[in-house]
């Protein structure tokens, strides 16, 4: 996650004012765990002050439950994609 927070800082300092960011789990699936979500918006914040956060809900086949997992900790803004769910193209 550090990495994550150092590059988005990177881009905040060329110019950058919005970020969209997912978390992971150690094994580099995706994840919606809320506190991972919490530390990344906590370093987002401290390292890119007054930045847009964009959080992935977790919108993917078999998110189940997870689905939205970040929406406790308060983003700036939310993005869900179903296209695994047959929203898309009907």
């Given at each position: 996650?550090?990495?994550?927070?150092?590059?988005?800082?990177?881009?905040?300092?060329?110019?950058?004012?919005?970020?969209?960011?997912?978390?992971?789990?150690?094994?580099?699936?995706p994840s919606s765990d809320p506190e991972?979500?919490?530390?990344?918006?906590k370093g987002l914040e401290k390292h890119?002050?007054?930045?847009?956060?964009?959080?992935?809900?977790?919108?993917?086949?078999?998110?189940?439950?997870?689905?939205?997992?970040?929406?406790?900790?308060?983003?700036?803004?939310?993005?869900a994609a179903f296209a695994g769910y047959?929203?898309?193209?009907?």
């Amino acid at each position: 996650m550090s990495e994550q927070i150092e590059s988005t800082q990177e881009a905040f300092e060329a110019g950058a004012s919005l970020v969209h960011a997912h978390v992971r789990n150690d094994d580099e699936t995706p994840s919606s765990d809320p506190e991972k979500f919490a530390l990344l918006k906590k370093g987002l914040e401290k390292h890119c002050p007054g930045m847009i956060i964009q959080f992935s809900t977790g919108g993917r086949p078999g998110a189940g439950k997870e689905l939205g997992g970040m929406s406790p900790i308060g983003p700036d803004m939310a993005h869900a994609a179903f296209a695994g769910y047959g929203a898309v193209g009907r």
